[in-house]
């Protein structure tokens, strides 16, 4: 492989792997526009702001606190019928595979939208038949489904969600994900559901000491007693669950621009702790969160990471094989990948 720095086109052609993304925060703002501007012409009192307007693109300032009600008051209010839900994921699959992403693990927090009568079972199913349509037509990128709990949902509705992510597991859920607020909600809580998940053999990755509130050792210890395989964030946490961590090897699902944009982390890129993580023998997947609202594409992410951490070309395809390592997608996925960054390696060699 060439020596020469690693250029934004490198990454883009780099086969990736997006194993952390949730789906309605991944929408891009062009679409949401698109979608807004349909509901207007059919509802012109809609009372909704153009997405243009009110989420201006490059201009947006979200911590952590002011991130979360974004879904609530506004991009449901969007994403409120069938076709609406189809053609915002279809747009996003469409986005990451333009990027050069091979495989992407999508979460998504099943919703009903009583308006329209669709159930969250009704949703969870939309989402996948988009899936699997966009999956027959190309096969550039492979898409599979992971279906989140959310931190302020009861017990009974986390089981809900391991209902349905056991009903649908033969059309492409691979696993269950814990979500939402970390300032909100008991996660211990959820003990049954995540270990009837994990007994019915879905792979289950958490949200991990997001902030400091999230970070207290008696949580993050109860969230290591679910058995993720992989972890989201990992950003505060005491040295002993650092430890335990690596002792396990946890997949780590690493949001650089996102953590610093909402400033969940102090410093910029190059104080990420994805500096400290990658000393470690944990598998790092490098992922973008919420690409719609943050607007890095993982193209970017790798690109930012090879910038500030002094990557060149090998090592970014050696994370890429190290996210490739940490699929829920099941083995075969991992060997078309594991050929296809071979061969992307093999094509730069040949240049
Ligand atoms: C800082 N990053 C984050 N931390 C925790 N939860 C997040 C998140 N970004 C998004 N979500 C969760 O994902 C939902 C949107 O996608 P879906 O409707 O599920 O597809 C948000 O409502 C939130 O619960």
Redesign the pocket.
């Given at each position: 492989m060439t020596a020469e720095p690693v250029s934004a086109s490198f990454c883009r052609a780099l086969p990736k792997v997006e194993l952390h993304a949730?789906?309605?925060?991944?929408i891009s703002r062009e679409t949401l526009h698109q979608i807004w501007r349909q509901k207007k012409n059919e509802e012109p009192n809609l009372p909704l702001e153009d997405p243009l307007i009110g989420m201006p693109p490059g201009k947006m300032q979200v911590d952590?606190v002011s991130?979360?009600p974004?879904?609530?008051k506004y991009?449901?209010s969007l994403?409120n019928t069938a076709s609406s839900i189809r053609s915002s994921t279809l747009s996003v699959l469409q986005d990451f595979a333009d990027d050069g992403v091979a495989c992407a693990e999508?979460?998504?927090?099943?919703?009903a939208v009583p308006s329209s009568n669709i159930t969250k079972d009704d949703y969870v199913s939309i989402v996948l038949d988009t899936f699997a349509a966009f999956n027959a037509e190309q096969d550039k990128m492979h898409a599979r489904l992971i279906l989140?709990i959310?931190?302020?949902n009861t017990l009974q509705e986390a089981e809900h969600v391991v209902d349905l992510a056991l009903k649908y597991a033969d059309k492409g859920v691979v696993g269950v994900d814990l979500?939402?607020?970390?300032l909100r909600g008991d996660v211990s809580l959820f003990a049954p559901a995540f270990s009837r998940a994990r007994r019915n053999g879905l792979a289950i990755t958490l949200?991990f000491g997001?902030v400091a509130e999230s970070g207290r050792t008696a949580e993050l210890e109860c969230l290591l007693s679910y058995q993720p395989a992989r972890i989201?964030?990992v950003i505060h946490m005491a040295e002993d669950v650092k430890k335990e961590i690596q002792r396990r090897r946890l997949g780590l699902e690493l949001?650089l621009s996102?953590?610093v944009l909402?400033k969940?982390t102090a410093g910029g890129i190059g104080e990420h702790h994805f500096g400290e993580w990658r000393r470690t023998e944990c598998p790092i997947a490098l992922s973008t969160?919420?690409v719609g609202?943050f607007e890095s594409s993982l193209s970017n992410e790798y690109y930012l990471a090879a910038k500030h951490f002094d990557l060149s070309k090998s090592d970014l395809v050696q994370l890429c094989k190290s996210a490739a390592s940490t699929i829920f997608g099941g083995e075969e996925e991992g060997t078309r990948l594991a050929k296809l960054l071979d061969a992307f390696v093999a094509s730069l060699s040949a240049q």
């Amino acid at each position: 492989m060439t020596a020469e720095p690693v250029s934004a086109s490198f990454c883009r052609a780099l086969p990736k792997v997006e194993l952390h993304a949730h789906l309605s925060g991944s929408i891009s703002r062009e679409t949401l526009h698109q979608i807004w501007r349909q509901k207007k012409n059919e509802e012109p009192n809609l009372p909704l702001e153009d997405p243009l307007i009110g989420m201006p693109p490059g201009k947006m300032q979200v911590d952590i606190v002011s991130f979360f009600p974004l879904f609530d008051k506004y991009i449901y209010s969007l994403l409120n019928t069938a076709s609406s839900i189809r053609s915002s994921t279809l747009s996003v699959l469409q986005d990451f595979a333009d990027d050069g992403v091979a495989c992407a693990e999508i979460r998504t927090t099943p919703r009903a939208v009583p308006s329209s009568n669709i159930t969250k079972d009704d949703y969870v199913s939309i989402v996948l038949d988009t899936f699997a349509a966009f999956n027959a037509e190309q096969d550039k990128m492979h898409a599979r489904l992971i279906l989140s709990i959310d931190r302020r949902n009861t017990l009974q509705e986390a089981e809900h969600v391991v209902d349905l992510a056991l009903k649908y597991a033969d059309k492409g859920v691979v696993g269950v994900d814990l979500c939402g607020n970390p300032l909100r909600g008991d996660v211990s809580l959820f003990a049954p559901a995540f270990s009837r998940a994990r007994r019915n053999g879905l792979a289950i990755t958490l949200h991990f000491g997001e902030v400091a509130e999230s970070g207290r050792t008696a949580e993050l210890e109860c969230l290591l007693s679910y058995q993720p395989a992989r972890i989201g964030h990992v950003i505060h946490m005491a040295e002993d669950v650092k430890k335990e961590i690596q002792r396990r090897r946890l997949g780590l699902e690493l949001c650089l621009s996102c953590n610093v944009l909402a400033k969940m982390t102090a410093g910029g890129i190059g104080e990420h702790h994805f500096g400290e993580w990658r000393r470690t023998e944990c598998p790092i997947a490098l992922s973008t969160d919420d690409v719609g609202i943050f607007e890095s594409s993982l193209s970017n992410e790798y690109y930012l990471a090879a910038k500030h951490f002094d990557l060149s070309k090998s090592d970014l395809v050696q994370l890429c094989k190290s996210a490739a390592s940490t699929i829920f997608g099941g083995e075969e996925e991992g060997t078309r990948l594991a050929k296809l960054l071979d061969a992307f390696v093999a094509s730069l060699s040949a240049q």
